[in-house]
């Protein structure tokens, strides 16, 4: 896979902004691999994603850091908020599990795989049932005690080890703790959770026992960034499967699993292709 | 299609009852088209569909009113709550509708293409909008007021045509206004109504608005008996489709027309086929 | 709905067709409502959809037909096919059917209820089964005898019809006659099909025999444009559901029927909205 | 999960059927979980799967050899084909598999979470790529040259393994090569593979670069029984997703193995948990 940049703006909507940004980077000669645009006329906003070419510098390779002193003032002028990022920065990511350890599993295989553009930098578990994985795939593993009476405690050392370890990206595969509002705090937009259920129904614990009890036929699971009030987050990913009155909780539970692997895992993905845009408590998702 | 018999059992779960009702069936000469099962192991409930054919009189037609009498004691000894039914015997079924017609014109449409078992008697509704599709199905059209303030008399009214006509089944067909727990009583698992979300999520009003504040991925319409509690009676069946960022509520709401029309379709042709029974607040449906 | 103008592009790839297209909006003073772009990176080429608004003329309305003068040197400069319409101008369709109405009286309801922007302007068909419906929603209604012996007359006299009513669109709703090559070349990307199967599985007759027999678990619905090969044009729209080895021929059509009115109608409306592109093929339908 | 055991029958259809195989149960004291019927009408075949618990000897257990001796004759009587089996018995599977690896590991996670009732016995690959997995699951491996011009060989020395490892159930876990039909023949309906289309769509080689060819806007997979004629067994299950004009062969190649592990470990739990018959070309599925 060549090296690419991608560009994401958003900003109030006014009229020009495609023209602007598009002409200054054909200006500087970027081979534009992908762009998409997206307003959202009720609110008057604009988001845009644009990703283009990063050639080797001994094909004469696009300049980055010129790119980004230029755009700089146009973006301020506009009132844009944005990242410009190289594909050649690999994000460090944190693993946070519990017992579960289907979505830790598949994730790390997918990695192992080439299809997650990351470096798992460490798993975070309150459990040991994941270290002989993360021994297998080569990530080092840190055991932190952590129940809700150990919570403070806990998220002190955890975030020590996170800033050790310079981690951009957490993702909680089925871990079963309740974060802060602090420990949240410190990393916006960058904490992904996995819902076992379709929100906004069934938040909080067991929601597998209470879309039995209350007789739906399709089950969901959902993956969203992590914010102060539980399992209320903007959404990135939502899967439903099909139940029948012959499915009880366990079987519900295991059907789940599927769903609660897929939707983690594309919301990752897309995190780490940096196709996602928050905004209020919503997603705009690039495909 | 040949007549058939359907018997709907549901009772103590014990062992034998599957032995005891198809021995029966078969020393009658029943042949049996479906026969499906199902145990609630957790509830310890018992759920029977079996369907047969009801050949004519003239090539030594099943007698089905001899197969009740010697049916019924062996229901009272084992505790079953059973209904059955001849397929000769056509529900009649009344459409309640308010201004949006895609379900009704639906309904409509795959009854006079021969898809549902039952006579479509009447169609109420507190606008004129659907009078047109009624007279183009030669349905008769009942006009009622009915707004919150006149419910009671709306009710009333409408209640006074449902008995006069003898109607088993309502189907809500988008009406806008809420039925009292009066009248719901008076149809017991006899109403069916369709709610523009995936319930649990999104009940009362404007649904689809509420879906795009969340910011969801998928938008869902489901099909339920009506109780007492709005949105809250048996699920029957639920369906949802993918959407996305670029979906503005209009959208929504046309999206979800196409998910509403099946859902309530299904719900129907089910209950008219007898394949649900109700338990607790759950549906089981024989496929 | 405010009226719009929408500006279709594809053309071979090149450096700087984003920044030339969006100025050149941007200049003539466009309000943007939506943009989107694709590159097929394999074969080097640009495919581009851009919807402004047309306000009308006492607000200062775009004029359109001095950016068509302006815009057309550009566009051989770059060697792009290009269409700039407005939604002021209604496409004319054509209905084709035989017995089979479901699809028919999905798309007239939809058409009445404000979902098709386009005039029905005929109904042609080799059944009169169709009358009473055309003649419910008002739309002319043609019986042409079609068969596969009579097939050359009845394309004259169809062909005839659909001139005299300076036809745009032709959709066969279910409509079982084959349509000749010299037919079909007088609509290139103007004729749309629903083909009962996924295609390119069950090409030709009676495709849910075929996938009954074969045991699929799926079945599906296919909505392409007819081009001389049958069953090969481009493919706009698919869907599937799921079925059982309880599901016997009848209950695959009966199934079916809601796929195939769902991608037709699809289809349609994306046709009429200018969402679709094709190439080779292939179509790119921008969403 | 306690133990059960497992009736499944098909013989040709007549009256009683179910009425004597249940009486027998009844009559041994069984204590049925589920059971589940089918008939096929037109061919006139009849279908069951009946499952009942095992209590241990201590409580009073169902002397499932009694049983068999007792039903035996009552089969032969009416011209059943039937097995008898006890979730004791744990069957023995071998996993064959080439370079791709994400169906072995996620078979592997899911038999290491207790999700799959059988042994892997042994993982056959004519690469060493799964070997490390296989060490980490605690599978023996064995490397087995395979190539078109050494099948001969490699498929003797392939049956020599399952054989001296008493395999019951071969798994095809994307293995890339072809088993001649010597080979499958030895082992009829008990050879799962997983072909990456819906069936009968792009069988054969390299079905992403045939669906992105056509343009098909879903891809799918399809677990089936292994027969003598390439990708033309019983299908067991399929599954699709959807794509769009954006998607390049490697979108769907990497959308497309999350269709491919579910299916398969879907058809693998379903044949182990012996819910699949076979007839003609086609298979039951009683869920």
Redesign the interface.
């Known amino acids: 896979m060549p090296c690419s940049a991608v560009l994401l703006i958003d900003c109030p909507d006014r009229?020009?902004l495609?023209?602007r940004v598009?002409?200054l980077?054909?200006e500087r000669?970027?081979?534009?691999?992908?762009?998409?645009?997206?307003?959202?006329?009720?609110l008057g906003l604009f988001f845009m994603r644009v990703e283009w070419e990063l050639a080797p510098e001994e094909r004469g390779g696009f300049d980055l850091e010129a790119f980004r002193s230029a755009f700089a003032p146009i973006a301020a002028e506009l009132g844009m908020r944005w990242t410009l990022t190289s594909s050649a920065h690999r994000p460090r990511v944190a693993l946070f599990c519990s017992r579960y350890?289907?979505c830790v599993?598949?994730l790390l295989?997918r990695w192992h795989?080439g299809?997650l553009p990351c470096d798992f930098s460490m798993i975070i578990s309150n459990h040991h049932d994941a270290e002989?994985l993360a021994g297998?795939y080569g990530v080092p593993f840190e055991y932190v005690e952590a129940t809700a009476a150990t919570r403070e405690a806990a998220e002190t050392r955890q975030l020590a080890l996170l800033e050790a370890q310079r981690i951009d990206l957490v993702v909680l595969a089925r871990y079963m703790q309740i974060l802060s509002p602090a420990f949240v705090s410190r990393y916006p937009a960058a904490i992904i959770n996995v819902h076992h259920s379709?929100?906004?129904?069934?938040t909080g614990a067991r929601p597998y026992h209470a879309a039995h009890g209350?007789?739906?036929?399709?089950i969901?699971a959902t993956s969203h960034y992590v914010t102060a009030v539980l399992d209320d987050g903007?959404?990135?990913?939502?899967?439903?499967a099909?139940i029948?009155?012959?499915d009880?909780v366990e079987d519900l539970v295991?059907r789940g699993r599927?769903l609660e692997r897929?939707v983690l895992a594309r919301a990752v993905r897309w995190h780490l292709e940096r196709r996602i845009l928050c905004y209020?408590?919503?997603?705009?998702?690039f495909?």
Chains 1, 2, 3, 4 share one sequence.
Request: glycine residues 8%.
């Open positions: 009229r020009g495609v023209a598009s002409s980077l054909y000669g970027a081979n534009i691999l992908h762009a998409d645009q997206h307003r959202d006329h009720e350890l289907h599993a598949d295989h795989s299809e002989p297998f379709f929100l906004p129904a069934f209350r007789g739906v036929k399709l969901g903007p959404i990135i990913e939502q899967d439903v099909r029948s009155h012959r009880q295991a599927d897929i209020g408590n919503k997603t705009v998702v495909d």
